[in-house]
Nanobody, 126 residues
């Protein structure tokens, strides 16, 4: 599967952005989808993940209550709604796909993901 992320940009602190990730292929609905981010000089960080059906979601502690992941299997898309953005949310955001069950430890580990999008830059100004 090929992934294409979009929606990044420059926003002031407290603002909102919605990232989207479009997937090619007919098997999108069989993949767990995740969002990760990486700021300059830092390791890749788990942001959110969603099960194939959308019934299970996980969030990183730093984004809980502010970010929401969603997916539309009919349109082969996964989105990340980001509200109450903070300067520390500034990073390149990547969508990723993996097969397998939606266990927490697997879903938050970038090493378990099989496919990655190219990243979209989010910059939050103070």
């Amino acid at each position: 599967v090929q992934l294409q992320a979009s929606g990044g940009g420059l926003v002031q602190a407290g603002g909102s952005l919605r990232l989207s990730c479009a997937a090619s292929g007919r098997t999108f609905s069989s993949y767990v989808m995740g969002w990760f981010r990486q700021a300059p000089g830092k390791e890749r960080e788990f942001v959110a993940a969603m099960s194939v059906s959308g019934g299970i979601t996980y969030y990183g502690d730093s984004v809980k209550g502010r970010f929401t992941i969603s997916r539309d299997n009919a349109k082969n898309t996964v989105s990340l709604q980001m509200n109450s953005l903070k300067p520390e949310d500034t990073a390149n955001y990547y969508c990723a796909a993996r097969r397998g069950a939606t266990y927490y430890r697997a879903s938050v580990d970038p090493e378990t993901y099989d496919y990655w999008g190219q990243g979209t830059l989010v910059t939050v100004s103070s």
